[in-house]
Structure formats: structure tokens, C-alpha cells
């Protein structure tokens, strides 16, 4: 059973930058398509970013491509999700997920059946 604990989230002015992290346990990530979700208030739920290192890919979702950087530390078993030039439209609920490597694209909520507590993050205008 994989466990995921999310942390970093917190208050940020626009145009900072932040990290957040996802550790996880019992299994290692690179048995899986690792990633992060979010979901804005009063709005569905959404991909972000989805990477299988196995499979050396990354997705962005095109809302935060070349501002978000998504990253791992093997040894860890922590994936990491640096945004910069941050919005008040990225403000939402983050949420770390692993699913199997062989999801299909756009990535869907419903593919992943491991997910994190969620971490906070506001971007204040």
C-alpha cells in the first residue's frame, strides 16, 4: 500500500516562488507514474504535472508549463514540485498521486489510486 504525506504549501505572494514535497512509503516511485493534482475553489479537480521516470516522460498541463519543475530524490523517495512565477489562478488545494505506469493521456483523477492528504497554497495578488 503506498502512502503519500505532502508538506511545503503555505502563503506566497505572485510572482514568488515555492517547493513542495511528496514523500512516500511502501514502494518504490519508480514502480509508478508519479504526479500532482489540484483543485482551486469552486472548481473541479485538475492535473498539473505527471512524470514516469521509468518510462523517462514528464506531462505538464499547459497552464504551468515552464513555470513548474517536477523533480525526484530516489534515494528519498521524495517527489518534488518547484513552482516559480506563481499566479493568483494557482492558488488551490496540491495533491501528490502515484498510479500504475500505464495510464493513458491527458491524465485523469481516476487513473491514480494513491493519493496525499492535499497541501495549501495561496497566492495572494
Known amino acids: 500500500q503506498v502512502q503519500l504525506v505532502e508538506s511545503g504549501g503555505r502563503l506566497v505572494q505572485t510572482g514568488g516562488s515555492l517547493r513542495l514535497s511528496c514523500a512516500g512509503s511502501?514502494?518504490?516511485?519508480?514502480?509508478?507514474?508519479m504526479g500532482w493534482f489540484r483543485q482551486a475553489p469552486g472548481k473541479e479537480r485538475e492535473f498539473v504535472v505527471v512524470?514516469?521516470?521509468?518510462?523517462?516522460?514528464?506531462l505538464y498541463s499547459d497552464s504551468v508549463k515552464g513555470r513548474f519543475t517536477f523533480s525526484r530524490d530516489t534515494a528519498k523517495n521524495i517527489v518534488y514540485l518547484q513552482m516559480n512565477n506563481l499566479k493568483p489562478e494557482d492558488t488551490a488545494v496540491y495533491y501528490c498521486?502515484?498510479?500504475?505506469?500505464?495510464?493513458?493521456?491527458?491524465?485523469?483523477?481516476?487513473?491514480?489510486?494513491?493519493w496525499g492528504q492535499g497541501t495549501q497554497v495561496t497566492v495572494s495578488s
Open positions: 498521486v502515484a498510479g500504475p505506469l500505464g495510464i493513458r493521456t491527458p491524465p485523469a483523477e481516476n487513473q491514480f489510486p494513491y
Open positions: 512524470g514516469r521516470w521509468s518510462y523517462g516522460d514528464t
Open positions: 511502501g514502494g518504490s516511485f519508480s514502480r509508478y507514474a
